[in-house]
């Protein structure tokens, strides 16, 4: 449909099906409008979206705020739930909704910052106080947002007649993610659930590593979307894929995890002291990326180092009072 007021792009991606992209700086992202007999919003951005690109694109749709029926947060990130306050002021009629795994933070930002992007401490890592005035600075503030319905997976939404929206569970990137698939139109919106071999920026390049934070849920995730046989793959920060395009990036978002798994095997192995997720960050990065921002392989680097413990072929050790690992053999 192209470009509306205030720069706000339209496309129809399936029928009834609204893409509207945008970038904060260099990194993309993309939120959607589905149209039936009421709106449903796929996550909140950041907090000035709902009002930014919101409300542009339901008025070119020839629609209402009163009509959005449900916002649909993918999972609890940043960019995904910052503008829930301002979703509940602009669209009054609408129910917010989550998985229950990702309730606690998607209600409250402080505890998503405090819990996920300053979780690296025990390991020696954490952002700059930029980045956490960043973040901070994307979501609402002060009371919680908690949501009004709570899924596990499993449910369905009409959107009209007999077109429905099946909730899928796919957890990895956060253990509450959702997609949602519509068998019918072959189409299925999974936000962040896999990343191929990189995040990327506007211009295409690899910014950062797929940022899962549990390994074998992630594959999982990656092994269930490939057996849904969808042929429009969209999410929140890639193009709109379709047909072989949806097979070739669940293959690669499979074969980086493998990859990561043997880069850090290899790490382990050679590791002349106790490997930090640090020292592990600089030694895998070349090989894995290299990234514009390799920091980011801490979130996979870890949950890598947390299976490998947890099958027994490394240790986790104290290591001047941060938490590193040793191979199983030393």
């Given at each position: 449909?192209?470009?509306?007021?205030?720069?706000?792009?339209i496309e129809e991606v399936a029928p009834g099906v609204y893409r509207l992209p945008f970038?904060?700086?260099?990194?993309?992202?993309?939120?959607?409008?589905?149209?039936?007999?009421?709106?449903?919003?796929?996550?909140?951005?950041?907090?000035?979206?709902?009002e930014a690109i919101y409300l542009p694109a339901?008025?070119?749709?020839?629609?209402?705020?009163?009509?959005?029926?449900?916002?649909?947060?993918?999972?609890?990130?940043?960019?995904?739930i910052g503008g829930d306050r301002a979703a509940r002021t602009l669209f009054p009629h609408a129910l917010l909704a989550c998985h229950a795994a990702d309730a606690r933070w998607?209600?409250?930002?402080?505890?998503?910052?405090?819990?996920?992007?300053d979780g690296f401490r025990p390991f020696g890592l954490r952002y700059d106080d930029e980045t956490f005035?960043?973040?901070?600075?994307?979501m609402f503030s002060g009371r919680p947002e908690p949501a009004d319905l709570l899924f596990q997976g499993g449910e369905r939404i009409r959107l009209a007649g007999d077109d429905w929206l099946d909730v899928v569970h796919v957890p990895g990137h956060t253990a509450?993610?959702?997609?949602?698939?519509?068998?019918?139109?072959?189409?299925?919106?999974?936000?962040?659930?896999?990343?191929?071999?990189?995040?990327?920026?506007?211009?295409?390049?690899?910014?950062?590593?797929?940022?899962?934070?549990?390994?074998?849920?992630?594959?999982?995730?990656?092994?269930r979307l490939?057996?849904?046989?969808?042929?429009?793959?969209?999410?929140?920060?890639?193009?709109?894929?379709?047909g072989g395009e949806v097979g070739t990036f669940l293959a690669e978002s499979r074969a980086w995890a493998d990859r990561a798994e043997a880069a850090i095997e290899e790490a382990l192995r050679e590791a002349a002291a106790p490997l930090t997720l640090g020292e592990a960050i600089e030694r895998t990065d070349p090989e894995l990326g290299p990234f514009q921002n390799p920091r980011e392989l801490q979130w996979a680097l870890r949950a890598h180092l947390e299976q490998a413990a947890a099958r027994g072929r490394a240790r986790a050790v104290d290591h001047s009072g941060i938490t590193a690992w040793v191979h199983a053999g030393a």
């Amino acid at each position: 449909m192209g470009t509306v007021g205030g720069g706000v792009t339209i496309e129809e991606v399936a029928p009834g099906v609204y893409r509207l992209p945008f970038a904060v700086g260099t990194k993309p992202l993309a939120m959607y409008v589905l149209a039936g007999d009421g709106l449903t919003l796929i996550d909140t951005g950041l907090t000035d979206t709902p009002e930014a690109i919101y409300l542009p694109a339901i008025a070119e749709l020839g629609r209402r705020p009163d009509e959005v029926r449900l916002v649909l947060i993918t999972h609890a990130d940043a960019d995904h739930i910052g503008g829930d306050r301002a979703a509940r002021t602009l669209f009054p009629h609408a129910l917010l909704a989550c998985h229950a795994a990702d309730a606690r933070w998607v209600a409250d930002p402080a505890v998503l910052s405090a819990e996920r992007y300053d979780g690296f401490r025990p390991f020696g890592l954490r952002y700059d106080d930029e980045t956490f005035a960043t973040l901070d600075g994307w979501m609402f503030s002060g009371r919680p947002e908690p949501a009004d319905l709570l899924f596990q997976g499993g449910e369905r939404i009409r959107l009209a007649g007999d077109d429905w929206l099946d909730v899928v569970h796919v957890p990895g990137h956060t253990a509450g993610h959702l997609a949602l698939h519509n068998p019918a139109g072959g189409y299925a919106l999974i936000g962040d659930a896999v990343f191929g071999a990189s995040q990327l920026d506007t211009g295409g390049a690899k910014a950062a590593a797929p940022p899962y934070v549990a390994v074998a849920p992630y594959r999982a995730t990656v092994d269930r979307l490939a057996a849904l046989g969808i042929g429009t793959l969209l999410t929140c920060h890639y193009p709109v894929m379709r047909g072989g395009e949806v097979g070739t990036f669940l293959a690669e978002s499979r074969a980086w995890a493998d990859r990561a798994e043997a880069a850090i095997e290899e790490a382990l192995r050679e590791a002349a002291a106790p490997l930090t997720l640090g020292e592990a960050i600089e030694r895998t990065d070349p090989e894995l990326g290299p990234f514009q921002n390799p920091r980011e392989l801490q979130w996979a680097l870890r949950a890598h180092l947390e299976q490998a413990a947890a099958r027994g072929r490394a240790r986790a050790v104290d290591h001047s009072g941060i938490t590193a690992w040793v191979h199983a053999g030393a």
